[in-house]
């Protein structure tokens, strides 16, 4: 098992991974589904190639047996990292693989010097925000409103939804 840079020769099995983990009727084997929540892809093709492209951002990928099974956006934004499109397999989540993300984050953050490390949450994902916490992660009082990120996610399937930001201070 590594953890190791994604390149765009990762780009349909990432796809596949992504949504799978986050949406549809397979996503419901995990602990971190949202397809109750949201509705439509969660990425496409297209969108991971531009942002395997961006020289402030970093796709991640957990290889097991040479299949990936977990994967994490990372972006520099000055004196903070962004961590985002963090799935995990349905079928391997609870195994540490997500530990093992956040360890190697925060090894990239001090690297190239970050103070904290900022994620968002869904909000009713209450069972999530308390493994963040867990982690060391703090709700910052911030929120986004999906009607301003309208189509980026997915389609909201609840009302009155939104993105609590959290983070964690290096």
Known sequence: MSIIEAVIQDVKELNKL????????????????EAEILGGIRIDEHAL?????????????YIENGEILGTVYL???QEQLYLGMFAVSPLSQGKGIGKAF???AENYASIHNCNRIT???ISSRTELIDWYKRHG???????????DIEGRFGEPKVPNINL???EKLL
């Open 18 to 33: 992504i949504n799978a983990a986050y949406r549809g009727d397979g996503s419901k084997k995990g602990w971190t589904t």
């Open 49 to 61: 190639e531009g942002l395997l492209n961006r020289s402030d951002v970093r796709i991640l990928k």
């Open 75 to 77: 972006e520099l934004k």
């Open 102 to 104: 956040l360890q190697t």
């Open 119 to 121: 994620l968002t949450v």
């Open 137 to 147: 992660y703090v709700a910052t009082g911030g929120s986004i409103a999906f009607k």
């Open 164 to 166: 609590i930001i959290m």
